[in-house]
């Protein structure tokens, strides 16, 4: 766990200095910083797509899980608690940037193949090294998207602290079921949300990214499933 402790650490320290900068940079510069944050975002989510080997898993898992994430409302909910942070730690925002820095980001740290290998490898054999390279990476993004978003982005550390460190207490029952195959797939979804969460951030549309999540577990299920059903 110390490495995710460390992970989350950075982010909220990071955080705090991109709110130093966003309190002291021109307006003049937003836009910029806006698009090259979400040219990053897609460029990152575009590299990990190209992980997919079977598209039809990975065209399957984003139909469904958007689909069921919808119908569950899971965004609607998760903005819900991002309201409610907003009013107790920045009640004078009165835009919607806490909220789209907390999702944002909790969708960048955790859907990553890194995230997930990283805490099994520090669960399994004490090894911390793709955590710290994933902490560093996060806190340059985070120093980015802070000075954009502000305080909001720092909540995304608990994001991180609760998934990671769920994956780094069951890794060692985990990691019998997650093959090559299985990281590759959970890649490639995660990589189309981080485009989402990229042309959220591009104002190109609005799409509700966190609605998709459950597309990772249809990748499970898919995944554990496939040697019984070669069609797929």
């Known amino acids: 766990m110390i490495a995710t402790l460390?992970?989350?650490?950075?982010?909220?320290?990071?955080?705090?200095?991109?709110?130093?900068?966003?309190?002291?940079k021109s307006k003049k510069y937003e836009s910029i910083i806006f698009a090259a944050a979400g040219i990053i975002t897609i460029s990152i989510g575009v590299n990990m797509v190209s992980e997919?080997?079977?598209m039809l898993i990975f065209a399957l898992s984003l139909i469904l899980g958007g689909i069921v994430g919808t119908f569950l409302g899971i965004e609607d909910n998760i903005e819900k608690i991002g309201e409610?942070?907003?009013?107790?730690?920045?009640?004078?925002?009165?835009?919607?940037?806490?909220v789209t820095g907390f999702i944002s980001c909790s969708m960048l740290f955790c859907v990553g193949a890194m995230a997930i290998v990283g805490s099994f490898e520090a669960g399994t054999q004490g090894k911390y090294d793709i955590i710290f390279t994933k902490t560093v990476i996060d806190g340059f993004v985070t120093i980015m998207m802070a000075s954009i978003y502000g305080i909001g982005v720092g909540f995304s550390a608990f994001s991180v602290l609760i998934y990671q460190g769920l994956l780094t207490i069951g890794s060692s029952w985990l990691q019998v079921y997650v093959t090559d195959l299985m990281l590759s797939e959970i890649t490639a979804v995660g990589g189309a949300m981080l485009i989402m969460v990229g042309l959220n951030l591009l104002k190109v549309v609005k799409i509700k990214t966190i609605d998709f999540i459950p597309a990772l577990f249809f990748v499970i299920f898919f995944i554990l499933v496939l040697p019984y059903f070669s069609i797929l």
């Not at 990071?14 to 309190?23: D, E, Q, R, Y």
């Not at 409610?84 to 806490?98: A, G, I, T």
């Open 6 to 24: 460390i992970n989350a650490a950075v982010i909220i320290i990071c955080t705090l200095i991109g709110i130093f900068f966003k309190n002291r």
């Open 52 to 54: 997919v080997t079977e």
């Open 84 to 98: 409610s942070l907003k009013k107790r730690f920045s009640p004078n925002d009165n835009s919607s940037n806490f």
